[in-house]
């Protein structure tokens, strides 16, 4: 399904666990949406990978993958994104080729840098002394982009309980310090020209020969935006984690872009929080949980199970705690499939967008899918 001008739309699915609802509530629900979005059109269907966070049940990509591939038929499945700081480069690698040779053409390796060590790095930024203050909104071709996200990671409590979970998680501490690299060796392995520091060829049959299509994914202009240029492989900006930073982060990976024979051309993917209803009153309730469940990401608690409109009207708000979700709330896209469509159109313009990634999340799954299913058909008509 694409349009306007052509451009795909695909889904991100974080298989958000409700309240009052499980894990396998939530992957159930995963699979049935996975085969709606391929009923309704959609390009790629991803999952993300989360650990430790009540609220999302997508912890093990490559086994979700497998699962909704094998309940899917045409769509392609991918991660978005394995975050390598937690595996062995030659284990993605594995993993995905073994993906890849039971669904032929359908596997995406959707890759992220995070892990121990960038948990770190973003924890120290946390706490570095003159924190700029909130400012306004801008606009650019009619796209929001809002001031910098803040949030409590540099609190001793939070950074004693991140501790606690990268321990448990045993991520690499050298991960992402040579990112382009690791990515490298993922692409040696696949491609059968695998060598060691001291020119030992090595092979990994399961890995060679993959034809997964692989992309980086990032929220900066930084490590993962540099090394998808460098290697000429598509790219994935996330406006719906960081959209004070996707246009610094597109224009970087442009920059950084070096032509292969298999893609002469920049090839980029911009991800949105998106919820639509028939109208744009009850878009908006369905929406209302978003803001407290962004509140407990940036707490530093993790995910909450995501609330009813109810439960989130509930919540006692100060402007201390709006200002830490402001970012994300005023970058949301609801409202009816015009509206909607209108928003979409602007985010694929401001960015030049090849592909847009949506992510929705709504308590009820009834109306998550039906969600997507209108954004689909508003979509396909332009």
């Not at 298989?15 to 629900?29: E, I, K």
Request: glycine share 10%; no cysteine.
């Amino acid at each position: 399904m694409t349009s306007p001008s052509g451009t795909p739309l695909s889904v991100l699915d974080l298989s958000p666990v409700p309240s009052g609802a499980t894990g396998r509530d939530a992957l159930r629900n995963s699979l049935d949406l996975a085969r709606r979005a391929e009923e309704f059109g959609y390009h790629r269907y991803w999952v993300a990978e989360h650990h430790f966070a009540e609220g999302v049940a997508s912890s093990a990509p490559a086994v979700l993958i497998a699962l909704i591939a094998s309940a899917t038929r045409t769509i392609r499945v991918g991660s978005g994104a394995v975050l390598l700081g937690y595996y062995a480069p030659v284990t993605v690698a594995e993993q995905f080729g073994t993906l890849s040779a039971a669904h032929p053409g359908r596997i995406d390796l959707g890759i992220g840098r995070s892990g121990p060590g960038h948990v770190k790095e973003f924890s120290a930024r946390q706490t570095a002394p003159g924190a700029a203050p909130v400012a306004p909104n801008r606009e650019v071709r009619g796209l929001i982009i809002p001031a910098p996200a803040r949030t409590r990671f540099g609190d001793p409590a939070v950074r004693e309980r991140l501790a606690a979970q990268q321990a448990l998680l045993h991520g690499r501490e050298d991960a992402g310090k040579n990112y382009l690299g690791e990515v490298r060796e993922i692409l040696d392995l696949i491609g059968g020209s695998f060598t060691t520091g001291d020119d030992l060829a090595l092979r990994a049959p399961a890995a060679e020969g993959a034809d997964a299509e692989i992309w980086l994914l990032g929220s900066s202009a930084g490590a993962s935006s540099t090394a998808a240029g460098a290697l000429g492989l598509p790219f994935v900006a996330n406006y719906h984690v960081s959209p004070s930073s996707v246009l610094e982060t597109v224009d970087a990976y442009r920059a950084a872009f070096v032509p292969t024979a298999e893609r002469p051309r920049p090839h980029v993917m911009v991800s949105a929080d998106v919820v639509v209803a028939e109208d744009g009153e009850t878009a908006r309730r369905l929406a209302s949980p978003y803001a407290r469940w962004v509140l407990s990401i940036r707490s530093g608690a993790g995910a909450i199970p995501f609330p009813t409109p109810e439960e989130a009207a509930a919540f006692a708000w100060t402007d201390e705690l709006r200002d830490l979700v402001a970012d994300r709330v005023d970058t949301q896209i609801v409202g009816d499939p015009e509206t909607v469509v209108e928003r979409l159109t602007a985010l694929r313009e401001a960015t030049g967008a090849d592909e847009l990634l949506i992510t929705t999340i709504a308590h009820d799954h009834g109306e998550r899918v039906r969600s997507y299913e209108l954004l689909a058909d508003a979509w396909a008509k332009g």
